[in-house]
């Protein structure tokens, strides 16, 4: 083996007392005789002290409490589930924070607006139409029957008309 | 190493885990009680964040609780708080760096630190934690979480890929980059301090 496959070795199999017999022999004999090697094999075990020296740490006691609090809680609602109504749900599902929910929230608003939009302007254009014929009638001259409107102004200008 | 872990979860029994799992809230803190340590430590290291620590602790904690009947076995049942612990740990420290709240909380670890030993070598404590945390986090969360699992809590290579659901020769192979990025990282402090 190289120093190369060595050094692999190093940083996996033998430092982690993972390699068998015969691997370990090899590296063992490598190190005698190359200076580089045996030089990254100390690296490695004086960062592996690093590790060793670890502090191990308890987690505070409130982990525990606020884990039995939620662990209570969770109970609570399975033996006495409150069952949301139907229109509780329809209201959760409209106010629903997930992205589908808020593009049908948005399209079903553009289609009411444009429904509302399209209403007014009808009954807008059925005003107008209304105004229209009524000046038609009131101005024109002639009559179904071909005479002339009874209605044109006062009395003296039927008169002379 | 390897004691740290018999010592944790191997008394845990299997009367204990049953208990736990019909809903028995004593048991159960057993449970906490004897795996909590490892939990939180892992998040810790994982994490580098006391805060994201405690939280990742409760979720392992709480994700066990609702999950408990489906585990029979004990060796399973480590093996399963392994993986949950880094999965939850791995997915809180990807969710910190989304939200741009992953600053190492180096004062809330070393607030931490055990009250035994003199001024000096609480000293030499907090300058080996600094250094250690300092040198996780030149590694990505995967690598952090192999190294952890091996150096500190000292689990095999295969109780590592089991953990991890990874094959063994993933295992090595994170650890070889992982120990190459802290070997190079050591070679640049030495040219600095040369300089």
């Known amino acids: ?161 | 190493m390897s004691n740290i872990l018999e010592g944790l979860m191997n008394d845990i029994s299997q009367d204990i885990l049953e208990k736990a799992s019909q809903g028995d809230l004593e048991a159960f803190e057993r449970v906490y009680k004897s795996a909590s340590g490892f939990v939180y430590n892992v998040a810790l290291r994982v994490s580098r964040n006391s805060a994201d620590a405690q939280e990742v602790t409760q979720d392992v904690f709480m994700k066990i609780y609702r999950n408990l009947k489906g585990f029979q076995f004990r060796s399973a049942f480590r093996t399963w708080v392994y993986r949950i612990t880094v999965n939850s740990a791995i997915n809180h420290y990807r969710k910190s760096c989304r939200e741009e709240k992953d600053k190492a909380d180096y004062q809330g670890i070393i607030e931490t630190i055990p009250g035994s030993g003199s001024a000096a070598d609480k000293a030499v404590q907090n300058d080996n934690e600094t250094r250690l945390k300092a040198l996780l986090e030149l590694l990505s969360p995967q690598h952090r979480a192999c190294l952890v699992l091996r150096e500190i809590e000292g689990l095999s290579y295969q109780e590592i890929a089991a953990s991890l659901k990874i094959p063994v020769n993933t295992v090595r192979s994170r650890l070889k980059r992982a120990r190459q990025a802290l070997l190079e990282q050591a070679g640049k402090d030495q040219v600095q301090d040369e300089l």
């Open chain 1, 1 to 161: 083996m190289n120093c190369k496959d060595i050094r692999e070795l190093l940083k996996s199999d033998y430092l982690d007392n993972e390699a068998g017999l015969r691997q370990e022999q090899d590296v063992k004999e490598h190190l005698d005789r190359c200076p580089e090697c045996r030089a990254v094999e100390k690296k490695l075990r004086s960062q592996r002290l690093l590790f060793e020296n670890a502090g191990r740490f308890q987690p505070p006691e409130q982990v525990w409490r606020n884990i039995r609090e939620a662990i209570v809680n969770e109970r609570m609602k399975e033996e006495d589930p409150v069952r949301p109504t139907l229109i509780e749900r329809l209201r959760g599902l409209i106010w629903s924070q997930r992205p589908v929910f808020a593009v049908v929230r948005v399209m079903a608003m553009m289609i009411f607006a444009v429904v509302l939009a399209g209403g007014i302007l009808r009954r807008q254009q059925l005003i107008n139409q209304e105004i229209n014929s009524d000046i038609i009638s009131a101005y024109s001259f002639s009559s179904d029957n071909g005479e002339l409107a009874r209605d044109m102004g006062t009395s003296i200008e039927e008169y002379f008309l």
